[in-house]
């Protein structure tokens, strides 16, 4: 058996039995997340096959083919295609009300055009003839007017 | 007393021993922290739903959609969509909203046992056409850049083929369009009996199967033990490493069953041996799909590495849409979409479609 020695720290014997302990430490970490954690198993199974994937089960391979002991009966495949017809009626839908959309944003488009040129046609004349003389001079006369008005009254 | 040639060898079996107890306690601090779902790393509001498809719009840190041009990323049907969303920090799709576009994602979802009769024409002109139809109501905007990867590259070409006027720009990432390239998936697939798939009387093809003709492209990770053992190794990285390669595992391992009507038809018409983008015969539905009516500007990204999808079959495009901007990056099917060094390809991305403007 190894000697201690005090300045070298534990003997190889010691470090092997408290290796020996950490590896039930090890091995009571994986039972308490086996007990605590739902996936941890899914993802245990995972890494036993090389693989991280989280969340589920890793896909299993496929068995060869011919390796079936009976043959399979014909899949009745009349709801499947009657689920996949509703599908595609889904998508035509979709396409309709798309379609409903765009008419409604062109029209609001359209629509908001001409009212949006005639306000700024509006505002420009408006600019325009606040610009003329006659305008100035008649903006120039309007609060004496306004205050002899107000004065007879 | 221990002689001193068995007390190096109990050293290093108890080195060993804490080696391994190491690695599998970080093996369950990485199982018991919460996982990457695949529900994307950017927040985003359900903008649009059909049968298992949603349309999903990024929005920015006020909630608010991001603002900009619009772009629509239509990934492959038969995975995940969210390897283009992946981590923060690492999402293509965040990457392009932060350099100015309003951002739209094709969720495909997973398809029921009833979707096994999807074929070509209710993916295009349906749920891609719909989506984009969707994108342009409320953006506002007459067109929407697509960005496509993989299959879903395919379905984008085909769509801006067939509806050129709704498109802006066009990039194809990963997009094999010369199906006679002998490697990648549909090679293999049709190795492993995809030929023998019923356009009349499809299956949904399992998960595990889709996955299998992918494992066969991968060296070292179509067996058990290959795997097991990379797991093994990498688990002396640190956990934020790990973190990063559970969420790629969480997408990788999780292949969605595919409809086995719409892997048949794209077999038939695009497979080897078949090859009709390039000889100019491929249809969608009852509609020739005319290549020369791609108009748009288009930029096609091929990977050096690609297992999946061969260069040499993505860059073909050239010869099909001679003005598209070829490019190949170095790295693999999935790196340079959402590897460490995939940065160069969304910047690239979104240099190209900001070029439109103006």
Redesign the interface.
Known sequence: ???PNPENGPT?VE??LE?QQ??QR?VL??LD?MTK?DD?LV??G???????????P?????SP?GETSAPAAAPD?R???V??AL??L??QL??VQ?TL??IR?GRARSAAAPAIALKRARARVKKAAAKTPAARASKARTPSKARKRKGRA | ??APGQ?RE??AL?AL??RS?AK??R??E???SP????KGATPATVV?R??KLRLLRLQDETGEPFAGPPVLFIPAPVSRFFIIDLLPGRSFAAHIAKAGFDVFIADFGEP???????DLE?YVE??VR?SV??VL?LSGQPKVNLIGYCLGGTLSLLYAALHPDSVARLVLLTTIVDGDVKGGVAWVAHRM?LEGESYD?PRLV????V??WFEMLAPGSNS?A??????WDRLGDSPER?RD??TM??WV???VPAPGRLLAEMYQKFGPGRNRLMSGTATVGDRVVDCAAVTMPVLAVSAEKDLIAPPEGVDAIGKLVPHTEVMRLPGGHVGIVAGRSAAALWQRTADFLASTRG
Request: aromatic residues 10%; negative net charge; glycine residues 10%.
């Open positions: 058996m190894a000697e190889i470090r092997w290796d950490q590896w090890t970490a994986y997340a954690n941890f993802h245990l995972n890494a036993m096959r090389g693989s991280l994937l989280a969340g589920k890793y896909p299993t391979a496929p083919a495949d709801i499947d295609k689920l996949f599908h595609q889904e998508g979709a396409d798309l959309e765009e944003g | 007393m221990t007390e109990l050293e108890l021993s804490r107890r599998l306690d093996l369950r990485v199982l018991t996982g990457h779902y695949g649009y059909e049968n029921g046992e009833e979707d096994r009769f999807s209710y349906g749920l719909r139809r969707k109501a009996g009387h399992p998960a595990a199967e996955k299998s058990q290959g795997r097991v053992r990379d797991l790990l390669v559970r595992a969480s391992d999780d292949v």
